[in-house]
């Protein structure tokens, strides 16, 4: 079982702890304790990344005189896709160009990033791009929620047009307070503690690849997610599909 458990922890860049890989073992017909394979990763000296704490102060710009309503309101949960977006933008740092920008867009019903966008600067045109790939991707319904912070990047009158033209309403978190993009925020936390955190890139281009491999391989292709019933996203995406072919 060691060998197993240690391949499987390869296979995942030791991205995996205990409670994935056990899942994993099950489903190779390898029924374990948790406890058991924590206590067997210990003895090989196995580890799962270690969270770090990451800050980056960015700014928010808001019209003092416009609404900001969230109406989301924590629902980070639908039963069908393309009903509720979420967005963000985190910070990557490159010997090459000092900070760089990466702007996602994640539907919350298979938490599947279906748009994304890598920049040397963080402005509206960065976020715009990332959402006008998610409508290639995968359509956003009329009358679908997106949901973001109040940043300027988001706030702006292009991007704000940009919503309208499409019948979408636009959600807002609360200023200051994270827990309104709760599941953005996860998604950062993982790129951070299983990709960015644990590499140094040298150049802009050597993190973009690092950053497309991550997400269109790793993350939406291969990394099981507990919240998802231990599936990937790729995988509830396929299942809600043919659940429809046999209605």
Known sequence: MDVKIKQIYDESKGRYGSPKITKKLKEEGINVSQKRVARRMKFLGLKSIVVKKYNHSGSSKTDSTKEYPNLLEQDFFDDEPSKKWVGDITYIYTKETGWSYLAIVMDLFDL????????????????????????????????????????????????????????????????????????????????????????????????????????ESWYNNQRIHSSLGYITPNQKYNNYIANLATI
């Open 112 to 215: 599947k990033v279906v748009g994304w966008s890598y920049g040397l600067n963080m402005t509206d045109d960065l976020v715009i791009e990332a959402f006008n790939k998610a409508i290639v991707t995968r359509g956003l319904g009329k009358n679908g929620i997106f949901h973001s912070d109040r940043g300027s990047q988001y706030t702006s009158n292009d991007f704000e047009k940009l919503l309208l033209s499409l019948d979408l309403k636009h959600s807002y978190s609360k200023k200051g307070y994270p827990y309104d993009n709760a599941s953005m925020e996860s998604f950062n936390a993982i790129l951070k503690k299983e990709e960015v955190n644990v590499n140094n890139y040298e150049t802009f281009n050597e993190a973009k690849l690092a950053i497309f491999e991550f997400i």
